[in-house]
């Protein structure tokens, strides 16, 4: 069974098309991105796939489970950490864990195990008593993921995960996200060439909505018939606007 | 259930940890009836005005109270909405009801304790100033503030879901102004008559002081208590439904 499949996904706003007719199946345990400039539609699409955005037509499909017809199934199978840190402030980073599996589980001592399971994972034992206001940027990433990840999803969307965050933080994030590798699907969506070359099994190019092209860095570099995932990007994202036009 | 009481948990916490929330819930109600208590011993007794006397004063600064309490839930909802945390929250099994009282249930928590407090302060300053304050009209009007607040919970509650955190505050200033005014807080409309009066008894500000008032000084008549409870009550409900109804199709409507 695929993990995520589309089948013509589209969302329309307006006037403007934000996804156009995607096509798209990604295998479980795949780490899958999409990688595009501002405005590509990658967070749409990743709206769509985690029921918070209604396609305006086609289909998607996550774990087998339709995104119309399924939405209270796929929302218990799925993890998403949002684009900006959607942590509560006022909360501890424990106490913010510990909400988050409040609302999956019942049984206290399970959600204490799954609460200090995930600090020793993400090694936030240093900072699980510090108020998630007064985290630094790498750290509230890092609840923010931790956070998805505490009901065990078997799809796990992250969204520019790390966006706006110096070289170190993003390092240690990539740690952490490379820790979860073939444990779940992971779809993320990323602006950063290195980010996608770096962490994905495969790489999906978005332009203007559509998919241009599709595959391991590998199958890129040779599609486009350059070296190095970013001029693959460049090459493959000019002759796809062209196209457009 | 546990899905309500985590996100109930978390808004209490979220509240109860912004230093803003006691000085606007706490501090300033009780400076209220610490000022208002001055005034009082300075208007001649001739004048026959009781309105800031102690046994009046408690039950209207207990209503003064929970419009903070509802500018609270505006900021909260906003906040919310204005960042991802809702979007995140959208994404699990909640749905529109979780959240609704998981908003609701602990202001309803917070405003019952800032009754209590203020009614503490109210008795030891009816101690000082030597008024008769029944100690049982004190609890039971605490009991009977619940409707009250839950109808200023549920104003928060619609206005953080229909503006945003600009707006929402401004609002909330004028049910705020509204009610310390027409609600007959700090005014005697009662006494005054006429038109004025008729603006007061046409909105339900006016029914929450005078329910809660009547209850401290244990007078249950049909007028000053039974009628103006029903009529809180009624308010409670509507809002509640309103508001309920409007956070769910805002939350359809973000999901489209």
Redesign the interface.
């Known amino acids: 069974m695929n993990a995520i499949e589309t089948k013509d996904l589209t969302k329309k706003y307006k006037t403007k098309t934000a996804v156009d007719a995607l096509n798209l199946t990604v295998n479980e345990g795949e780490l899958f991105s999409l990688l595009g400039v501002n405005g590509a539609g990658k967070t749409t699409t990743i709206r769509m796939l985690?029921?918070?955005?209604?396609p305006t037509s086609g289909e998607a499909y996550v774990n087998g489970k339709s995104c119309k017809d399924e939405k209270?199934e796929i929302?218990?199978i799925?993890?998403?950490?949002?684009?900006?840190?959607?942590?509560?402030?006022?909360?501890t980073v424990r106490?913010n864990l510990d909400?988050?599996a409040?609302?999956?589980?019942?049984d206290k001592a399970v959600i204490n195990e799954k609460v200090e399971d995930i600090i020793r994972i993400f090694n936030l034992s240093e900072v699980e008593n510090q108020?998630a206001k007064t985290l630094s940027g790498g750290w509230k990433r890092k609840l923010s993921i931790a956070?998805?990840l505490i009901?065990e999803p078997k799809v796990l969307f992250l969204d520019e995960p790390t966006l706006g965050l110096d070289v170190l933080a993003r390092r240690e994030l990539w740690h952490a996200i490379e820790s979860l590798k073939g444990k779940m699907t992971i779809i993320l969506t990323t602006h950063y060439m290195e980010e996608a070359e770096h962490l994905s099994d495969r790489i999906a190019i978005m332009i203007s909505g559509k998919i241009k092209a599709c595959g391991t860095v590998a199958d890129l570099e040779e599609l486009s018939g350059k070296k190095g995932l970013e001029e693959a990007f460049v090459a493959i994202a000019e002759r796809g606007m062209s196209e457009d036009e | 259930m546990n899905k309500i009481k985590a996100f109930s948990t978390r808004n209490r916490k979220e509240i109860l940890r912004d230093p803003l929330s006691y000085i606007f819930c706490l501090a300033f109600p009780l400076v209220m009836l610490i000022i208002m208590t001055v005034v009082n011993s300075s208007i001649p007794k001739q004048a026959g005005m009781t309105v800031f006397r102690i046994d009046n004063l408690s039950a209207g600064i207990a209503v003064f109270g929970q419009t903070f309490v509802m500018l609270f839930t505006a900021l909260t909802v906003t906040k919310d909405r204005s960042g991802s945390f809702l979007v995140r929250m959208y994404a699990t099994p909640m749905k529109s009801t979780d959240f609704t009282i998981g908003y609701i249930l602990p202001m309803i928590i917070i405003s019952f304790f800032q009754s209590v407090i203020i009614y503490i302060a109210s008795f030891i300053i009816s101690i000082i100033t030597d008024v008769d304050l029944n100690i049982g009209g004190m609890i039971l009007s605490i009991i009977t503030l619940i409707p009250s607040a839950i109808m200023f919970i549920c104003f928060g509650l619609l206005f953080g879901t229909l503006f945003n955190e600009k707006s929402a505050p401004g609002l909330c200033s004028i049910i705020i102004s509204l009610s310390s005014f027409l609600g007959c807080i700090f005014f005697d409309a009662d006494a005054t008559g006429g038109a004025m009066l008729k603006i007061c008894k046409a909105l339900p500000f006016y029914y929450c002081t005078k329910s809660a008032r009547s209850c401290v000084k244990l007078d249950f008549s049909s007028s000053t208590f039974i009628v103006p409870f029903i009529i809180v009550i009624a308010c409670a409900v509507i809002l509640g439904i309103l508001s309920s109804t409007v956070f769910k199709s805002k939350m359809k409507a973000d999901l489209s």
């Open positions: 985690s029921c918070l955005s209604t209270d929302k218990k799925i993890g998403i950490s949002p684009q900006d840190t959607a942590v509560a402030d006022n909360l106490e909400f988050m409040s609302v999956y589980y019942t108020k956070m998805a009901s």
